[in-house]
């Protein structure tokens, strides 16, 4: 049974690229197939049938109409999916018209036409209007010829009643297995959509009611259509009125701040999604909220309703601010630093500057041999210690320019993280 059901699944997604198998055109790909291939079943049955009872020029009939089916499959292999779908009814309409003209309207042949117009429906869809028309005017066309020429038109007038009762039979047993299966793929097709619907609406809906924002959903005189669990954690925070369906949304927010939420609202019905940041203060403290408007867009970019969602970011706002507090706060101990530093190097260096002056003035004036010794070591020892505190200095500058720009390189990778 399980082979037999994954040669169906074969059969019926042949030449189908699985990449689009979720597409508009993948459910008439699939009746197409499985069409052709009922058909071809009915051919083959027909075929042992009319041979079985004699009637050999209609088992060769069968076989040509076999022959002429199998297009249809090698048309969806390369993809010219319209083509196949257009073949397959053309085939249909013209091999009926054929048949019934030559077996004449005691066979019962023009009854597989009802047949055609359900496979029509099938494997075209709704984009597809200018199609389904054409090919059900051309069936129609064809069964009036049928009936304006007595559908005799290549009628055998040596075929015998009994095997025109026989044919009559074989198109109903033929036609009541194709209606079988017609109604068996609207069963399984409306079962397998409903149970999909199903499905996505439980996972929209825990979507909805476990997500970490809080969600409204407006319709177009502002009033809640419905919202979940965190909707109500989220706005109680602002106002201790008990959120509930059909309400004005405005009437959960501050008075001073509805007529700029009413023109938020506004510009979001121009098919614009507004995110504003908001400060809401209440007596002992304040919160902040990410708001979001964005428009929920029907056919054609018509507006429908408006989805408002609300997230807490009162902890991120507050890390910012301490974030800019210690910004500030190295700046200024920075700035103090540096203002000490060039006093500090101005205060240093002078005495320096003139220790070093006077002792290169003393022995400018020819001292004595004892002095001259000492007062070169003092002139090298004055020299030397200038050097280091002009180095220690520059360092520290050079230090200090250095952690600004790191500092100022993290405050714009958080600025941004925060974007």
Excluded at 164 to 172: G, Q, V
Excluded at 280 to 287: D, L, N, V
């Amino acid at each position: 049974m399980n082979r037999l059901k994954s040669l169906w699944i074969k059969i019926s997604e042949f030449g189908l690229d699985k990449k689009d198998n979720q597409s508009i055109h993948s459910r008439s790909i699939i009746y197409c197939n499985k069409f052709s291939f009922v058909i071809a079943l009915l051919l083959i049955q027909n075929f042992f049938s009319d041979g079985y009872h004699g009637l050999f020029f209609y088992s060769i009939l069968d076989a040509i109409l076999l022959l002429f089916l199998l297009p249809v499959f090698l048309l969806n292999k390369l993809r010219f999916y319209t083509i196949a779908s257009i073949y397959l009814v053309s085939y249909c309409n013209i091999g009926i018209f054929i048949l019934d003209s030559i077996t004449g309207k005691d066979s019962g042949n023009y009854i597989y036409y009802l047949d055609v117009i359900l496979l029509n429906f099938f494997i075209f869809n709704y984009s597809q209007k200018s199609i389904i028309l054409i090919n059900f005017l051309i069936t129609s066309l064809l069964m009036i010829c049928l009936e304006l020429t007595d559908h005799s038109l290549f009628l055998d007038k040596s075929l015998p009643n009994s095997d025109k009762e026989y044919l009559f039979s074989i198109a109903i047993i033929s036609n009541g297995c194709f209606m079988y299966f017609c109604m068996y793929s609207i069963v399984s097709s409306h079962t397998r959509i409903e149970n999909q619907l199903q499905y996505e609406e439980k996972t929209l809906k825990s979507i909805f009611n476990f997500s970490p924002l809080g969600i409204a959903l407006l319709n177009s005189k502002m009033q809640i259509v419905s919202f979940n669990t965190n909707l109500t954690n989220t706005l109680s925070r602002i106002t201790h009125l008990e959120i509930s369906r059909n309400q004005n949304i405005l009437n959960y927010f501050p008075e001073n701040e509805r007529l700029n939420f009413e023109n938020y609202f506004n510009l979001a019905r121009e098919s614009r999604v507004i995110r504003i940041e908001k400060n809401f203060k209440s007596e002992f403290t304040s919160f902040w909220f990410d708001i979001t408007f964005s428009p929920v867009l029907g056919n054609n970019k018509v507006f429908h309703n408006i989805v408002l969602t609300l997230v807490d970011i009162t902890k991120r706002k507050q890390l910012e601010i301490d974030a800019q507090i210690a910004k500030d706060k190295a700046e200024m101990a920075n700035t103090s630093k540096s203002h000490f530093m060039s006093t500090m190097s101005k205060e240093i260096r002078t005495p320096m500057n003139e220790i070093i002056g006077i002792t290169h003035g003393l022995i400018a004036e020819n001292p004595r041999n004892d002095q001259i010794e000492k007062l070169r070591v003092l002139a090298s020892s004055s020299e030397n210690l200038s050097s280091l505190i002009n180095a220690i200095l520059n360092y520290d500058n050079t230090e200090a320019s250095n952690t600004n720009l790191k500092y100022s390189k993290i405050i714009s990778q958080t600025n941004q993280a925060n974007e």
